[in-house]
């Protein structure tokens, strides 16, 4: 018998006869199946799909789009409550049984093969979800069930869910979760840009509630919790106020002269500038910002604004910009996005690093050093670099960071 009733319990495990271990290997091993080749007709008509109108319809639009007050200054102190982070799984977990494990072993099986050996006693059906699924060895184990069923499935990264009425134990990699985010919209915003950032795209929002949900796996979950912890360590956020311009020269000019800029306002209104893989990055002072821009750019050349929103990222978490999000979906631009992740020092100081994506993959990046109260302005992008259609035409980035400082709110 591997289940005997307890009142107290100790888990342990040796493996060998040395100390207990749980050893993960084969991950890649997937089950063989038959390789079928479907073919469709093709005289059988393109699927329907959502229109794009209706498929990038967004609830963020109204406040990323919009700049705010507390975007136009350069540092703001908004509270917050540090309890309203909160990570839970959407789909609750019955209670195991309580029995003890004694003398349990097992090698080179499995996850869900060693649930179903642990759990064939107890009449629990285990059915496995988005397998293949890591396989393990382990020696005499012995403690309470459910302490040992952790142990199996965080050496496996996989997950469970028991379900007592059908006596059916489900194991997959992959689970929803629920993100309680505190009521605040900056905080809110900051969070979504920085998943985002990481990688994380299929986010459903309750905005009523202030929840973020999604599915994801060990790696997923992970990642959220250190967001979570840098909220709670590193209270500061970097508001990018964003503005994408559409330039082109007058009459016989190919292009923007940009040495007119320095001539203008001066050498010493331009603190930095380096090269990319394209284009140049100016970190500039206050003189030369959105409007003064905006001005020299009018006497050269025709200049569309296709983009102005802002987006929020966790310091030293890289956030996301996408730019059709804030201007028309139908305009060649819609595909750009802007990526930047900044790492606050000192006071004023900042290191950020800013990379421009196309749906054909990188356009170009850059690493700015800067102050609070400086502009980033991205010049010299050829905008047929990312669509056929902009030949003669150049894109220009301006990026306005500021600073939110979260304090605490103690009740």
Known sequence: MFFQYIKKYVLSAVILGSGCLLISCGSDIRAGRPMVQMV???????????????????????MRCTVQETQQNIMTVIPFKQEAFKLERAQKSDPLPRYEVTGFSFDGQSAERVFYKLLSEA??????????????????????????????????DVYY????????????????????????????IAVLDSLRGSGMHDLIVNWEESVISFIGDKKIEDKVKKLIELFDTEPKLIVFNAQVLRVKPYGAAKEIVWQELVDIF??????????????????????????????????????????????????????????????????????????????????????????????????????????????????????????????????????????????????
């Open 161 to 188: 869910r028991y379900n007592d009425q059908q006596k059916v134990l489900i194991v997959s990699r992959e689970v929803s979760w629920n993100l309680y985010v505190p009521d605040k919209r900056e905080v809110m």
């Open 40 to 62: 469709r007709p093709t005289s059988l008509p393109t699927e329907p799909k959502t229109t794009r109108s209706a498929e990038m319809v967004s609830l963020e639009s109204p």
């Open 266 to 411: 001066g050498a010493d209104r331009i603190k930095f500038m380096l090269k990319g893989v394209m284009g140049r990055a100016l970190v500039t002072d206050y003189d030369i910002n959105p409007k003064s821009l905006r001005n020299f750019l009018n006497a050269r050349g025709s200049v569309t604004q296709v983009s102005e929103g802002m987006f929020i990222a966790a310091n030293k978490w890289r956030a996301r910009f996408d730019v059709g999000r804030c201007g028309y979906m139908s305009m060649p631009e819609a595909q750009l996005s802007i990526m930047a992740q900044t790492e606050l020092y000192g006071e004023r100081r900042m290191n950020t690093d800013i990379t421009l994506d196309s749906d054909q993959g990188e356009v170009t990046a850059f690493s700015a050093k800067s102050r609070l109260g400086d502009n980033i302005v991205l010049i010299g992008i050829p905008s047929a670099s990312f669509s056929d259609s902009l030949n003669g035409y150049e894109t220009v980035v301006i990026l306005t960071p500021s600073v939110i400082k979260l304090v605490k709110e103690f009740n």
């Open 123 to 156: 009449k629990i059906k285990v059915v496995g979800e988005g397998g293949p699924f890591p396989e393990l060895a382990a020696e005499n184990i012995t403690g309470e069930l459910s302490e040992v069923m952790d142990m199996i499935a965080n050496a496996a």
